[in-house]
């Protein structure tokens, strides 16, 4: 399909460069069938959904992995070199979006500050460098000392990042160290709501995706067969994916907490609709014609015009739904991106 259908007009005051505080204080535009758009809060989520429904969350948790330094030079001051880490590799290696990359070349050393350094190995033919931190010291403390939170460029250039970002950028599950973004529709959840959520018969599961600076990448190319999508890594465990099946099995529907959940249930699901267990790389990218095979719901924030994650939830809901369904969310003043509102996309009308 052409890039240019899933482009749309986005005023730049609707990009929220906070997120709301409560958490579930955000808004919730709900689009479920062909029923009229709903507008409603994160908090009012319970009653837009059935008993025995389950949410499946991330539970990645964002590591600091932006950082800045300088190249090693004997000789005198050397350029400034910016790097946003996007996959790790070994226990020592990340591949490594680089700014000013250009004045790299392989055993170049780069001075991150606080006695933490990275050695250039290899380019790579998207741009990236493959990134050595020696040491004995895990790379993770490294970038806890060094690094900063990797916010999206679309807020990181209109302010700075800072502490508050450090909780702001974190949802209440994130357990497992390796994300470079946030899964973010999971940062409208607090324990008020999670037990709301349970007192109305909603089941949880988690599952592990670490999400990659990728996500946000623009897409250059004309058409989506010309896209390539970098790969990220998750897991799903044995019992997790032995419960979803039983709860599809029981007519449960399964939703998806943000399109990194959906992107690993979806690769962990085989023609027959089986959700099996999941450990690797993933690098899927849906697109409208795609046939959804583990989901029947997604919450989600608020994408990119001509973005993958747009693509994505038109190949959910139709092209010309998501189209309405962003029009009324700009001409209602709703926040969109990372730190924005969020929208409850459900393919078919509730029951």
Not at 143 to 156: H, K, V
Not at 167 to 193: C, I, K, N
């Amino acid at each position: 399909m052409r890039v240019d259908l899933f482009d749309f007009d986005l005023p730049p005051e609707r990009i929220a460069l906070r997120p709301a505080s409560p958490r579930d204080s955000a808004r919730l535009l709900v689009a479920a069938g062909a029923s009229p758009i709903a507008d409603c809060f994160v908090r009012d989520l319970p009653g837009q959904l059935r008993a025995g429904d389950v949410l499946v969350f991330n539970d990645t948790r964002v590591i600091p992995a932006q950082l800045e330094g300088v190249r090693a030079n004997p000789n005198g001051a050397g350029a400034r070199i910016g790097a946003t880490l996007h996959k790790r590799i070994d226990l020592r290696r990340w591949q490594a979006f680089v700014r000013n990359g250009k004045r790299l070349r392989a055993g170049d050393v780069i001075d991150f500050g606080a006695e933490v350094s990275g050695i250039a190995e290899a380019l790579h033919g998207d741009g990236s460098w493959t990134l050595f931190f020696p040491g004995d010291e895990p790379v993770e403390v490294l970038l806890e000392r060094a690094g900063t939170m990797p916010l999206p460029p679309y807020i990181a250039g209109k302010r700075p990042t800072d502490e508050r970002d450090r909780s702001d950028y974190q949802t209440m599950f994130a357990a497992r160290d390796g994300a470079v973004a946030a899964p973010t529709a999971a940062l409208h959840f607090t324990p008020e709501l999670m037990a709301g959520l349970a007192q109305a018969g909603v089941a949880t599961e988690t599952l592990t995706l670490h999400v990659g600076a990728g996500t946000f990448l623009p897409v250059k190319a004309d058409d989506t067969t010309e896209h390539a999508m970098h790969a990220e890594w998750g897991r799903i465990e044995p019992d997790v994916a032995n419960r979803l099946n039983a709860a599809r099995g029981r007519g449960r529907r399964i939703i998806a907490v943000g399109t990194t959940s959906l992107r690993l249930l979806e690769s962990a699901t085989g023609a027959d609709g089986v959700i099996r267990p999941f450990a690797g790389d993933t690098s899927i990218f849906i697109t409208p014609g795609y046939t959804f095979r583990a989901i029947d719901g997604l919450m989600t924030n608020f994408h990119l015009p001509k973005s993958t994650l747009f693509m994505l939830v038109s190949a959910l809901m139709g092209l010309e739904r998501m189209q309405a369904v962003y029009a009324h969310a700009i001409a209602n003043a709703y926040r969109f991106y990372s730190y924005g509102d969020s929208s409850l996309l459900l393919p078919d009308a509730p029951a």
